[in-house]
């Protein structure tokens, strides 16, 4: 049975925290990358950027939706919540956009659990850590790779 260890990327790109958007944009497109984990300055994990959390940026502020009754306005949804996408809406650096404590998984996972994860919690980019450091990445990508024979 096929393990993290035998599909992952260990070639990683990796961003920090303060980067700016659009930096973290070009290394995206540029690389043809889907994500790419966010690391401190002890090259420990601290987060993950995915294309998706950028597109976010460019979706309409939501409005919540609210219950009027007896002049009073009761909100439906979380203010928190509202809150959270303003401040992802507006981010100008990676931390602000960035998915923090990415779900992860060790070398040894099997890709079985892997592709599980990916398709019941909709995640196109998986660190591989040991501790919490990246030692590896796997992308969707990977995952197709095995469904081809070797020679």
């Known amino acids: 049975?096929?393990?993290?260890?035998?599909?992952?990327?260990?070639?990683?790109?990796?961003?920090?925290?303060?980067?700016?958007?659009?930096k973290a944009v070009k290394i995206l497109l540029n690389n043809h990358i889907n994500g790419v984990p966010v690391v401190n300055n002890k090259e420990e994990l601290v987060g993950i950027l995915c294309q998706s959390d950028l597109i976010f940026q460019q979706k309409d502020i939501p409005i919540p939706p609210i219950f009027a009754i007896?002049?009073?306005?009761?909100?439906?949804?979380?203010?928190?919540?509202?809150?959270?996408?303003?401040k992802k809406i507006a981010a100008t650096t990676v931390e602000q956009a960035m998915v923090k404590d990415p779900v992860t998984v060790g070398a040894d996972t099997p890709v079985s659990e892997i592709a599980t994860l990916m398709v019941e919690k909709h995640f196109h980019t998986i660190p591989v850590v040991e501790g919490k450091k990246v030692v590896g990445i796997i992308g969707k990508e990977d995952i197709l790779k095995t469904l081809i024979p070797k020679d």
Do not use: G, V
């Open 1 to 22: 049975m096929a393990k993290a260890k035998d599909i992952m990327e260990t070639n990683i790109i990796s961003i920090n925290p303060d980067t700016e958007i659009p």
């Open 70 to 86: 007896l002049d009073s306005i009761i909100p439906l949804s979380s203010s928190q919540k509202l809150e959270d996408s303003l």
